[in-house]
Each structure stands twice: as structure tokens, then as C-alpha cells.
């Protein structure tokens, strides 16, 4: 991730994780054609200018501005150091009553959304309606979610999160349900 490279000592930068496993965006992101490509950069863009730096639309950077989304990024332990860690499978943020984060909601609409396309059992095909309505919709509206919090930051607040302990030591937990990083 290009805030990793950006900050190599900062304990909180490091123990970024992804909401949406970023295999599943990558996989998807090679499903989509040309034009669907540039229709993502259209859209998501200006929503996430963290993320899209630049207007290419190659399979390339499109699959690196997704894996980089700032509204897809929580903190956590050090990666090396998680033990929960949920693999391929999103890892979603809950609030104290149980219930889903407004964020991590959407997130889930657009993972359920590539996860149906990826996995159906026929070969994918994708229109832009669907696109528009089931993958991109959904991206803007955590980003947006996330935007109300993060002001214009990358949303790396420490005192948002709900770990505890020293996430450089690898030291940090997570207690039962999570709380968001919005």
C-alpha cells in the first residue's frame, strides 16, 4: 500500500488492514473490461482521490486505487503479528449494539456483489448497469461514510479504533464486537 511505503515507522500506518480481502478486488478488477475500468476511475475517483491518483484506467492501477481505498482500511495488530486474522474473507466493523458499521455495510454490498459474479459458477459477465448499481454505488457510499469522519485524512485515527494495546509490538486485541474506523 502506497501509505505503507509512505510511512515505514509509523506503528499505526503498518497495521493497516483491508475491510474487502484485496485478492477479491483484484480478482474482480481483472474481470472488468476497458471501458468498465474507466467507468470505475469516472465514478469512485473523485470519491477516494487518495486512492485514484491519477486518471489510468489500466488493469493495473485500477486494481492498486481499489486495493487503496482509504474507506476499506481499518487499523489492527501487526500483520505479521494478527492471529484473527480472516484471510480472504472480508473482516467487516461492527458497533457496540452488534450491528454493522454504515461503512463496512456498504463494503459488504459491493463484496456480495463480487463475490456472486466471481464464484456463480458461469463465466463472468458483467454489465455496466450492474456495475454501476451493485459495486460502484456501494464504493462511493463508504466512501463517503468514511469522508464524514476521516476529514480528508486517510483515516488514520488512533483514538477511533477500538484496539487496545501496542499494535507495533503486536500487542494490540480487539474486544467483542468491534467497534468502526470510520
Same mark, same amino acid.
Given at each position: 500500500?502506497?501509505?505503507?511505503?509512505?510511512?515505514?515507522?509509523? %506503528?499505526?500506518?503498518?497495521?493497516?488492514?483491508?475491510?474487502? %480481502? !484485496?485478492?477479491?478486488?483484484?480478482?474482480?478488477?481483472?474481470?472488468?473490461? %476497458?471501458?468498465?475500468?474507466?467507468?470505475?476511475?469516472?465514478?469512485?475517483?473523485?470519491?477516494?482521490?487518495?486512492?485514484?491518483?491519477?486518471?489510468?484506467?489500466?488493469?493495473?492501477?485500477?486494481?492498486?486505487?481499489?486495493? @487503496?481505498?482509504?474507506?476499506?482500511?481499518?487499523?489492527?495488530?501487526? %500483520?505479521?503479528?494478527?492471529?484473527?486474522?480472516?484471510?480472504?474473507?472480508?473482516?467487516? @466493523? /461492527?458497533?457496540?449494539?452488534?450491528?454493522?458499521?454504515? *461503512?463496512?455495510?456498504?463494503?459488504?454490498?459491493? /463484496?456480495?456483489?463480487? @463475490?456472486? !459474479?466471481? @464464484?456463480?459458477?458461469?463465466?463472468?459477465?458483467?454489465?455496466?448497469?450492474?456495475?454501476?448499481?451493485?459495486?460502484? *454505488?456501494?464504493?462511493?457510499?463508504?466512501? $463517503?461514510?468514511?469522508?464524514?469522519?476521516?476529514?480528508? *485524512?486517510?483515516?488514520?485515527?488512533?483514538?477511533?479504533?477500538?484496539?487496545?494495546?501496542?499494535?507495533? $509490538?503486536? $500487542?494490540? *486485541?480487539?474486544?467483542?464486537?468491534?467497534?468502526?474506523?470510520?
Amino acid at each position: 500500500m502506497k501509505e505503507k511505503a509512505l510511512a515505514p515507522n509509523d %506503528p499505526f500506518v503498518q497495521a493497516l488492514h483491508h475491510i474487502v %480481502p !484485496k485478492s477479491m478486488l483484484a480478482t474482480f478488477a481483472g474481470h472488468l473490461t %476497458p471501458d468498465q475500468r474507466t467507468l470505475v476511475v469516472q465514478l469512485v475517483g473523485p470519491h477516494a482521490d487518495k486512492a485514484f491518483t491519477t486518471t489510468n484506467d489500466s488493469l493495473a492501477a485500477v486494481t492498486k486505487a481499489l486495493q @487503496n481505498l482509504p474507506a476499506n482500511l481499518v487499523l489492527g495488530p501487526d %500483520p505479521a503479528k494478527r492471529t484473527d486474522d480472516p484471510g480472504a474473507q472480508p473482516d467487516y @466493523n /461492527y458497533a457496540d449494539d452488534g450491528s454493522i458499521t454504515p *461503512r463496512s455495510e456498504y463494503l459488504e454490498m459491493a /463484496y456480495e456483489f463480487m @463475490n456472486r !459474479k466471481i @464464484n456463480g459458477g458461469t463465466p463472468v459477465t458483467i454489465t455496466d448497469a450492474e456495475l454501476t448499481e451493485e459495486f460502484v *454505488r456501494p464504493l462511493i457510499d463508504a466512501c $463517503q461514510e468514511h469522508d464524514k469522519f476521516a476529514a480528508g *485524512r486517510v483515516g488514520l485515527d488512533p483514538n477511533r479504533t477500538a484496539w487496545s494495546g501496542d499494535p507495533a $509490538q503486536g $500487542q494490540a *486485541r480487539r474486544p467483542a464486537p468491534l467497534e468502526p474506523l470510520l
